[in-house]
């Protein structure tokens, strides 16, 4: 054959390029708190979720209340002729408008236990949309309640059966009016005069004043109804639900136990999960954190508070006492302290949407795991570092106990997670991408930039196992700003499908996209 010429030789492939960093855009905010303004307790968010549509997103406080937010942006509601006209598509940020409110959980007290139940909302998950209802799963630390909202027609009557008009021009039919209302009774019923009264009967062709009501409005109103109350199967307090792929049950967890629910069964649960010893002396570690696999009904994570994930299949048995994959970083040898273990508690866990990954939150660091790979992290990214040398002061003000919570985008590619001094921040999770970047939850998130590049990732074997650090000052965060511990951003939701990012700031809940 004759040899090839140079065009037809395979090329060699050309490296890819490194994602380029977001830029990140302030879109709105709910409730932002004015100049010297004081922020009621009950009034802060304690719990914030997208649905999987990304169309609505819910928030809880820990005045027990959840509130409702719809998109109402132009998405998919363009017509046609304006979509033909368009050349190129409009790059739109979501839009949400306040939808409903209502008061999911009430304060209680436990006579048995001489316990006082706040009413704060722990975690709130949405169900599956049937019949344009939303259903919601929303609990406190004792109690689970499964919510139906729908938009529901509220009938408006515009015409009373009195006609002012006419009754003002003949005296006689409002005072007749006015007296026949003296003689009427309880249940309908009349005195004795007024039915002897003959002169009651109507003239020839009726009455003109006399109409009957007229009903003209019909608007939506959205209504929420409690459909279940899962109660009395928790002895400590509730730290997680999560809903079943298979759109009917949905587990609970507190520090020693998890329990299977079925949604349309509110009477018994299953305990799936127990790590309670035998002697309470004999406790080492609680489960902080369960959530099920977004597509296998099978399968679900916990994370306790000595780093570890479990991940259990509930087909080997029904107590799942042992684990099918444990994913741990051990600690190096020499370097153990008093704070090490309460430093590597994992306060939060979420699996990536395509369900290959998990992501975990402890207090210093975001990691992100493969579920083919339990030998350890496939890459770590330092949130906290920089607050190592302060450990001591952060015990004795309890902020080294603060549960941060993360996210992954829709497409996997990068995480986030919050911090203190209102900030969060976003880190890129694909190989090769260091992107890094600080964001402050106010209308202008990147005035806390400074130039800071981080460190380039290290491989550490062909998965990509990478650290990348930010800064390491004493008091200060990645990108040199001085940290306020008594504001905390706890609570963040990434939209499932877009570059957008929904995180609470005490009462105030902030919005932003990329």
Same mark, same amino acid.
């Given at each position: 054959?004759?040899?090839?010429?140079?065009?037809?030789?395979?090329?060699?492939?050309?490296?890819?390029?490194?994602?380029?960093?977001?830029?990140?855009?302030?879109?709105?905010?709910?409730?932002?708190?004015?100049?010297?303004e004081?922020?009621?307790?009950?009034?802060?968010?304690?719990a914030?979720?997208?649905?999987?549509?990304?169309?609505?997103?819910a928030?809880?406080?820990?005045?027990?209340?959840?509130?409702?937010?719809?998109?109402?942006?132009?998405?998919?509601?363009?017509?046609?002729?304006?979509?033909?006209?368009?050349?190129?598509?409009?790059?739109?940020?979501?839009?949400?408008?306040?939808?409903?409110?209502?008061?999911?959980?009430?304060?209680?007290?436990?006579?048995?236990?001489?316990?006082e139940?706040?009413?704060?909302?722990?975690?709130?998950?949405?169900?599956?949309?049937?019949?344009n209802?939303?259903?919601?799963?929303?609990?406190?630390?004792?109690?689970?309640?499964?919510?139906?909202v729908?938009?529901?027609k509220?009938?408006?009557?515009?015409?009373?059966?009195?006609?002012?008009?006419?009754?003002?021009?003949?005296?006689?039919?409002?005072s007749?009016s006015?007296?026949s209302?003296?003689?009427?009774?309880?249940n309908?019923?009349?005195?004795?005069?007024?039915?002897?009264?003959?002169d009651?009967?109507?003239?020839?062709?009726?009455?003109?004043?006399?109409?009957?009501?007229?009903?003209?409005?019909?608007?939506?109103?959205?209504?929420?109804?409690?459909r279940?109350v899962?109660?009395?199967?928790?002895?400590?307090?509730?730290?997680?639900?999560s809903?079943?792929?298979?759109?009917?049950?949905?587990?609970?967890?507190?520090d020693?136990?998890i329990?299977?629910?079925?949604?349309?069964?509110?009477?018994?649960?299953?305990?799936?999960?127990?790590?309670?010893?035998?002697?309470?002396?004999?406790?080492?570690?609680?489960?902080?954190?369960?959530?099920?696999?977004?597509?296998?009904?099978?399968?679900?994570?916990?994370?306790?508070?000595?780093?570890?994930i479990?991940?259990?299949?509930?087909?080997?048995?029904?107590?799942?006492?042992?684990?099918?994959?444990?994913f741990?970083?051990?600690?190096a040898?020499?370097?153990?302290?008093?704070?090490?273990?309460?430093?590597?508690?994992?306060s939060?866990?979420?699996?990536?949407?395509?369900?290959?990954?998990?992501?975990?939150?402890?207090?210093m660091?975001?990691?992100?795991?493969?579920l083919?790979?339990?030998?350890?992290p496939?890459?770590?990214?330092?949130?906290?570092?920089?607050?190592?040398?302060?450990?001591?002061?952060?015990?004795?003000?309890?902020?080294?106990?603060?549960?941060?919570?993360?996210?992954?985008?829709?497409?996997?590619?990068r995480?986030?997670?919050?911090s203190?001094?209102n900030?969060f921040?976003?880190?890129?999770?694909?190989?090769?991408?260091?992107?890094?970047?600080?964001?402050?939850?106010?209308?202008?998130?990147?005035?806390?930039?400074?130039?800071?590049?981080?460190?380039?990732?290290?491989?550490?074997?062909? @998965?990509?196992?990478?650290?990348?650090?930010?800064? !390491? &000052?004493?008091? =200060?965060?990645?990108? $040199? *700003? +001085?940290?306020?511990?008594s504001t905390k @951003?706890l609570?963040?939701?990434?939209?499932?499908? !877009? &570059?957008?990012? =929904?995180?609470?700031? $005490? *009462? +105030?809940?902030?919005m932003?996209?990329a």
């Amino acid at each position: 054959m004759d040899p090839k010429s140079p065009d037809d030789r395979p090329q060699a492939a050309a490296p890819q390029s490194q994602p380029q960093p977001l830029e990140w855009r302030f879109a709105q905010v709910f409730g932002e708190r004015g100049a010297g303004e004081d922020v009621q307790e009950v009034d802060i968010i304690s719990a914030i979720e997208f649905d999987k549509s990304g169309d609505h997103l819910a928030t809880g406080d820990r005045g027990g209340r959840v509130v409702l937010f719809e998109r109402t942006d132009a998405r998919g509601s363009a017509s046609r002729t304006e979509l033909e006209r368009q050349d190129y598509p409009v790059a739109r940020h979501p839009e949400f408008r306040y939808k409903t409110e209502f008061q999911s959980h009430e304060p209680e007290f436990d006579y048995l236990k001489s316990l006082e139940i706040e009413e704060k909302i722990n975690k709130i998950k949405w169900g599956q949309t049937a019949n344009n209802a939303l259903f919601i799963l929303s609990t406190n630390d004792k109690t689970i309640k499964y919510w139906k909202v729908q938009d529901k027609k509220v009938k408006r009557v515009s015409v009373m059966n009195l006609d002012a008009s006419q009754s003002s021009d003949n005296g006689t039919t409002s005072s007749s009016s006015t007296s026949s209302s003296r003689g009427l009774l309880p249940n309908g019923g009349c005195s004795e005069k007024l039915c002897a009264n003959k002169d009651l009967s109507l003239p020839p062709g009726g009455c003109a004043s006399l109409r009957l009501p007229v009903v003209t409005g019909q608007d939506l109103n959205p209504v929420a109804r409690c459909r279940r109350v899962y109660a009395h199967a928790h002895d400590y307090h509730i730290n997680s639900i999560s809903n079943n792929s298979d759109g009917e049950t949905f587990i609970s967890a507190d520090d020693l136990r998890i329990n299977l629910w079925n949604l349309e069964i509110n009477s018994q649960s299953f305990n799936i999960v127990d790590v309670k010893p035998t002697n309470m002396e004999d406790l080492t570690e609680v489960i902080t954190c369960a959530e099920f696999h977004p597509t296998h009904c099978n399968t679900l994570a916990y994370s306790s508070s000595k780093g570890a994930i479990r991940l259990i299949d509930l087909r080997q048995s029904a107590l799942c006492d042992n684990h099918s994959k444990l994913f741990e970083e051990h600690e190096a040898a020499g370097s153990k302290s008093f704070f090490t273990e309460i430093i590597a508690s994992v306060s939060d866990i979420k699996f990536a949407r395509d369900g290959r990954h998990i992501l975990s939150r402890d207090y210093m660091t975001l990691k992100l795991w493969d579920l083919n790979m339990d030998s350890g992290p496939v890459a770590t990214f330092q949130v906290h570092e920089h607050l190592r040398p302060k450990l001591c002061d952060l015990y004795e003000n309890d902020s080294i106990f603060d549960k941060f919570e993360c996210c992954l985008s829709g497409d996997g590619l990068r995480v986030a997670t919050g911090s203190y001094s209102n900030l969060f921040r976003v880190f890129g999770g694909s190989s090769g991408n260091t992107e890094a970047t600080t964001l402050e939850a106010s209308r202008n998130p990147m005035r806390r930039q400074v130039a800071n590049p981080t460190r380039p990732a290290r491989t550490l074997s062909s @998965l990509t196992r990478a650290v990348r650090r930010g800064g !390491e &000052n004493a008091g =200060a965060d990645g990108n $040199g *700003n +001085s940290n306020d511990f008594s504001t905390k @951003l706890l609570h963040l939701a990434w939209h499932p499908t !877009e &570059n957008s990012i =929904a995180c609470a700031a $005490g *009462n +105030s809940l902030y919005m932003y996209y990329a």
